[in-house]
Structures are given as structure tokens and as C-alpha cells.
């Protein structure tokens, strides 16, 4: 076959979840891939009208939002467990030092591992469900956002 002269991109439509080792299926939609951002301190250079601009040195990570299927998998309640062992209505709930994760975010291209984004002490933020709607043909859907100490590729 003839060298087409370029390399084509990698789609974005192919990609696992994998928490703690495990397989997460039904994730649909993964936003908030940043490698890090650090902040920006402006220092004034006395005597000039020149501003010097250099790094806080603190660097933070975006959440993790990931949108899944309810198909009723055992990933359905594998989520709900973690939810629930932080937040609990009768204030049980052991918040985010004891129940934090790792995992594995891998972009595949016709099957294979491509990329690898790994991600460090993560906790759910939040999770949220589609709306029901009556005479609609949509999907319910669950969102979690994760926070998380790292984010890596």
C-alpha cells in the first residue's frame, strides 16, 4: 500500500475505564482529560513598566467527569457502593480520605492500546441522572464527577 504521506489522528471514540484494576463498561463520555495547570504570579519589575509573569508552582487537575449508560450492570452498583460510602443521608459516610481510587483511562485505536491517561486518589465529586421524561427515546444516563490528585499519560 502507498504511504498516504501523512499519519491519520486517533479517533476519539474508542476508550475503556478501568478503576481499581476493574473494567468499568457503559462510560459513554470522558471530560476533563488535563495533564495539570499552575497558576501565574504577575511580578512587577520595580523601577520599569515591565511585569514579569512566572509559575505559582502549585499545579491542579480538572475534574473527571465520565457519563455512563444504567443498564443495570454490576458497574451500576459497583458506582452506587462508592457514592454511598462517602455520602450517606444519616451522616455515616466516610467522605473522601477513605474511599479514594485509581484508574485508568485507555484510548484504543482498531483494538489496541494507544494511550494511557492514569489517574491518582480519585473520589466522586457528584453524581447526577438524566431526566425522565414520558414519551421520550432517550438513554438513561448517569454522570459522575471524579476529583483526584493526578492526572498522568
Known sequence: MADPGFKESYRTNEFVIEIDGIESPGITKVTGLSEGETGTIEQPDGGSNKIHKISSGVVKFESLTLERNMD??????????????????????????????????????????????????????????SDLEAGSENLLKQTIVLEHEGLER
Not at 100 to 105: F, H, L, P, Y
Not at 118 to 126: C, P
Open 72 to 129: 443495570g450492570s454490576p458497574a451500576d452498583k459497583a458506582f452506587k457502593d462508592w457514592f454511598q460510602s462517602m455520602f450517606k443521608l444519616d451522616g455515616s459516610g466516610k467522605g473522601s480520605s477513605t474511599t479514594r481510587k485509581n484508574g485508568s483511562i485507555i484510548k484504543k485505536q482498531f483494538g489496541d492500546e494507544v494511550m494511557r491517561f492514569g489517574f491518582y486518589g480519585a473520589w466522586v465529586k457528584s453524581s447526577k441522572f
